[in-house]
């Protein structure tokens, strides 16, 4: 199985200012991906974070907003650029390893208050 | 697109009955995961279905899936308190899709 590790676990933030969310696998994985779940929701996917290049986004998330970084295979970073309270949420980082890539595992999430 | 539906949304059950949480979803996938949320935590996956007909059993719940009726239940057995969660049904691979969620609450 593969561990996920989030950091920070959560925070408090103005509105206007960013945040950067990093998040690190315990192996090599081969895809990673960003969710965004609202309290008492469900998670909706952000981005697919892609090793070497551009994140491939979901309809309604664009990368000037949710800037996202995968600069290996265990590492990746989502930015959330200029926050407004509707991004009051928590973040979640999941990843499909390599040797169980049936399974995809979910990180401990980053609880985002946004005042 | 993809859509998944969970139901029932909030279920209240009473200690040592049984009840299934069903996941209908809209367009054809061979695999299907269901995913336990308690309170303030992250997704804990329970099992992965991979084929028509599969079934897998892990203490007091089991979960199926039929692929040609796009549907997979999760079947609760003689319920206790520690079951208390939401749960999650998941289908796809690249993205994965998730139901809304099926609170579940157990009471003596």
């Known amino acids: 199985s593969a561990v996920i590790s989030q950091k920070p676990s959560r925070d408090i933030c103005q509105r206007g200012t960013s945040l950067t969310i990093q998040c690190q696998v315990d192996s090599q994985v081969t895809m990673m991906f960003w969710y965004r779940q609202q309290p008492g929701q469900s998670l909706t996917l952000i981005a697919t974070?892609?090793?070497?290049?551009?994140?491939?986004?979901e309809s309604g998330f664009v990368i000037d907003k949710f800037p996202i970084s995968r600069p290996n295979l265990t590492f990746s970073t989502l930015t959330v650029s200029n926050m407004s309270p509707e991004d009051s949420s928590i973040y979640l980082c999941?990843?499909?390893?390599?040797?169980?890539?049936?399974?995809?595992?979910f990180g401990p999430g980053t609880r985002l208050t946004v005042l | 697109e993809l859509k998944v539906e969970q139901n029932p949304l909030f279920l209240s059950m009473q200690e040592g009955k049984n009840y299934t949480i069903y996941c209908n979803y809209s367009?054809?996938?061979?695999?299907l995961y269901w995913y336990r949320q308690d309170p303030g935590k992250s997704l804990e996956s329970l099992f992965v279905?991979?084929?028509?007909?599969a079934v897998k059993q892990e203490g007091r719940l089991m979960a199926s899936l039929d692929t040609k009726a796009r549907l997979s239940t999760l079947h609760i057995t003689a319920a206790v308190h520690d079951l208390s969660a939401t749960y999650f049904c998941a289908v796809g691979f690249s993205p994965l899709v998730f139901g809304k969620g099926t609170r579940l609450s157990v009471i003596a």
């Open positions: 974070a892609n090793q070497g290049s551009e994140a491939t986004y």
């Open positions: 279905l991979l084929s028509n007909g």
């Open positions: 999941s990843a499909r390893s390599v040797a169980g890539r049936d399974t995809q595992y």
């Open positions: 367009t054809t996938s061979d695999r």
